[in-house]
């Protein structure tokens, strides 16, 4: 038997932790600052999806924004 566990949400809340490394990625790639709010309406988004939604009509390149999202670490 096999059981499938959807972690974040469900076991623990990682918000804090995503929050912040959405912080360090635009800190990381000097973009303009956003808000708590407007950094927490991305989570659940596609993370190849996300720079287009915290900065609509701007020429920031997903692809970038992702792979540096995926290689910040927080502590």
Request: with cysteine; glycine share 8%; net charge negative.
């Amino acid at each position: 038997m096999n059981y499938i566990f959807d972690f974040d949400g469900t076991l623990m809340d990682t918000s804090g932790v995503i929050l912040a490394t959405i912080k360090a990625t635009i800190k990381e790639m000097g973009l303009p600052e956003k808000t708590d709010d407007e950094c927490r309406s991305i989570i659940g988004i596609r993370t190849d999806d996300a720079g287009k939604y915290l900065y609509p009509g701007s020429d920031i390149s997903n692809k970038e924004f992702a792979k540096v999202f995926r290689s910040t670490t927080t502590d």
